[in-house]
């Protein structure tokens, strides 16, 4: 069964920095794209950075030179290093990544459960 599990949302007062990871398992041969995504409460989803199998990057303007993305392909694992958070900034922080599996013929986007980001004092 594939699976990405995400970790280390919680509470930080603003200014903090918090470390998101999210992992995939499963019968994975390939994994292209994996990007993290946030929704806060009554919005819609949003993309907040990607990252590419060749390590190219974008980020939502909002969060450029603030949030970094990044992934370790040997433990198909994606982060996301969040700096200076702000209220603002405060929503439900979703993994996704396109997966190519062992009984697929193409890449197919999976979601994780999504984790809790709240910045507050």
């Known amino acids: 069964q594939v699976q990405l599990v995400e970790s280390g949302g919680g509470l930080v007062q603003p200014g903090g920095s918090l470390r998101l990871s999210c992992a995939a398992s499963g019968s994975i041969r390939s994994i292209s794209v994996m990007g993290w995504y946030l929704q806060a409460p009554g919005k819609q989803r949003e993309q907040v950075a990607a990252i590419n199998k060749g390590d190219d990057t974008n980020y939502a303007d909002s969060v450029k030179c603030l949030f970094i993305i990044s992934r370790d392909n040997a433990k198909n694992t994606v982060y996301l290093q969040m700096n200076s958070l702000k209220p603002e900034d405060t929503a439900v922080y979703y993994c996704?990544?396109?997966?190519?599996?062992?009984?697929?013929?193409?890449?197919?986007?999976?979601w994780g459960q999504g984790t809790q980001v709240t910045v507050s004092s």
């Open positions: 996704n990544a396109d997966l190519w599996l062992s009984d697929s013929y193409s890449y197919i986007s999976y």
